[in-house]
């Protein structure tokens, strides 16, 4: 099983235990918002567009409103399920829901008062590294200095230069540094560098 199917299978389940109105992490949406929010994504390709298009927003917006209210057991079994055949997430379900799922978990458990990180296994670690990596530049490409991201066990990458700037060291387990990059704030991390570029590089906006 991927880590995208396991990380799928805990989300719902914790979607479940808290409930349809409790909070996430996610603005102002509730564990609700948020199932109609992955239901659409994999099962309306006519509006998840507006995912990442502004015109398209609107209609996304409105589509999701509506599966909201739909019977919230039935919007989890759609999340649990995953993308159907025809869906054109489903060849890449692996890849493409891996830090979708993982990151929306920890959207819902860290929305909760006296959270605590989980302990992940070194090999799926390892594959949020990987992803951190590759999508680390995009995450940053707003900071004014330079950044760079360091894993306990000493791994570097740096997600954004800034000639003539100063640097700041972002440090912790990949999976704290990976919901930092998608612009979490409930993280477990360590800043280190000049106070104002610090201050300026976790106050970003991270959208990706």
Wanted: hydrophobic share 40%; with cysteine.
């Amino acid at each position: 099983m991927s880590m995208a199917q396991r990380e799928r299978r805990a989300l719902v389940d914790t979607m479940s235990a808290v409930g349809p109105d409790a909070p996430t992490l996610c603005g102002d949406w509730t564990v609700r918002d948020l199932a109609a929010h992955l239901v659409v994504r994999e099962r309306r390709p006519d509006a998840s567009p507006g995912i990442m298009l502004k015109p398209l927003a609107g209609y996304l917006e409105s589509v999701q409103a509506k599966a909201a209210q739909r019977p919230f057991p039935d919007l989890l079994e759609d999340v649990r399920s995953g993308p159907p055949w025809w869906s054109p997430l489903k060849p890449f379900d692996a890849a493409a829901n891996m830090t979708e799922m993982f990151v929306h978990h920890e959207d819902v458990r860290r929305a909760a008062p006296g959270w605590e990180p989980r302990e992940l296994s070194a090999a799926d670690e390892d594959k949020l590294w990987t992803t951190l990596r590759r999508m680390g530049k995009m995450a940053y490409r707003k900071s004014p200095v330079t950044v760079e991201l360091v894993t306990l066990d000493g791994r570097r990458a740096i997600a954004r230069t800034k000639s003539g700037t100063a640097t700041v060291t972002l440090t912790g387990k990949p999976s704290e540094l990976v919901l930092h990059a998608f612009g979490r704030d409930e993280v477990r991390i360590e800043s280190t560098g000049d106070g104002d570029a610090v201050r300026a590089v976790l106050n970003l906006d991270r959208s990706i």
